[in-house]
């Protein structure tokens, strides 16, 4: 139309009866695994059903039972990463990270098991766990004579899209009498790409309730600045592909500067990951960077070893956290 040309692609899975099934159901599930091995050669390509598909789908079947008993089993569990103030050295906020203790593959990291929980459906039970524990043990570490801590709980787009997380968060902090202040939910910038204006209701109602909002790994993904004022954001994290970068010389430098004044005229917070030397931390906040977090200070570890940890790095608190 108008003279506009059009280009239209297609991923194809066929699957044949009987040779790969003799019911509806069963061809259906073969030709929506072939299609999605279609998709991740490539896309416009056709794939047929074959053994290779079959196992992977019973893979993928397998491993969502396996997580959908593990949350209601108990065996996710949250490690905790200090977030470091770069000019005081003060830990003011940690990073929960969850991890699956399968009883039989061990500590499984979020990477592995994080996509499947939102392609079956549990990221929303997950998330809902991952909040009342953060949360909970942020009280925890009060009663053992800590500071308060600000947790930061990592959300996935596809909890922000289901519309209804305000009202897990309000429960979360009802429950453990956390302030609300001490909660930072970790927004992808994926999340912030979509409907503009259901998503701008929904992170109002959350900024209503009074937790901040962090963009992780920003400049990594659907870098958008406007969004930085329209979403009121408290916090940009520097993805650790930047930090890597100051080895670059100034071209790196340029860009974790520009990133930092951005902020900073904007009044957000920055925080580096992925810091490893001392050198690091200190050319990060020469550059305007005011927090950071990574292998140098401590890597994400379970609760009872960050409070030994915490009392090992500040001593005039360990007096208190031995005593309760």
């Known amino acids: 139309r108008d003279g506009l040309c059009i280009t239209c692609g297609s991923s194809i899975g066929i699957a044949r009866f009987p040779y790969d099934g003799d019911t509806f159901e069963t061809l259906l599930n073969r030709a929506e695994a072939a299609m999605a091995r ?14 290779e598909v079959d196992l992977d789908v019973g893979e993928h079947l397998r491993l969502v039972s396996e997580l959908r008993a593990g949350i209601d089993r108990g065996e996710l569990e949250l490690h905790y990463q200090p977030i470091v103030h770069l000019a005081s050295g003060r830990v003011g906020a ?52 800590l500071p308060p801590l600000v947790v930061s709980v990592n959300v996935s787009p596809v909890q922000l899209a289901q519309g209804e997380l305000d009202v897990v968060v309000q429960r979360v902090l009802a429950a453990n009498a956390l302030p609300a202040k001490q909660l930072l939910l970790e927004l992808t910038e994926s999340s912030l790409v979509g409907d503009a204006e259901p998503l701008r209701n929904r992170i109002a109602r959350l900024r209503a309730i009074g937790v901040g909002l962090s963009i992780d790994d920003f400049g990594t993904g659907y870098s958008n600045l406007g969004s930085l004022q329209r979403f009121d954001v408290q ?87 031995a005593q309760r």
């Open 38 to 51: 279609a998709k991740a050669d490539g896309r416009n390509a056709f794939r047929f059903a074959d053994a």
């Open 94 to 145: 940690v990073e929960a990270l969850v991890r699956w203790r399968h009883p039989e593959r061990g500590l499984v990291a979020p990477g592995a098991f994080i996509p499947l929980a939102e392609r079956s459906g549990l990221i929303h039970p997950l998330g809902a766990w991952a909040l009342e524990e953060a949360a909970a043990q942020a009280r925890r570490w009060e009663a053992r004579g």
């Open 235 to 321: 916090a940009l994290k520097i993805d650790q592909r930047f930090v890597r970068g100051l080895a670059d010389g100034p071209q790196g430098e340029a860009i974790v500067r520009a990133i930092a004044q951005l902020a900073a005229s904007l009044g957000i917070r920055t925080v580096a990951e992925g810091i490893e030397t001392a050198e690091e931390a200190q050319r990060l906040q020469a550059l305007g960077c005011d927090a950071g977090q990574g292998h140098w200070w401590g890597d994400a570890m379970p609760a009872a070893v960050f409070t030994r940890w915490y009392a090992e790095r500040f001593p005039d608190h360990a007096a208190q956290v």
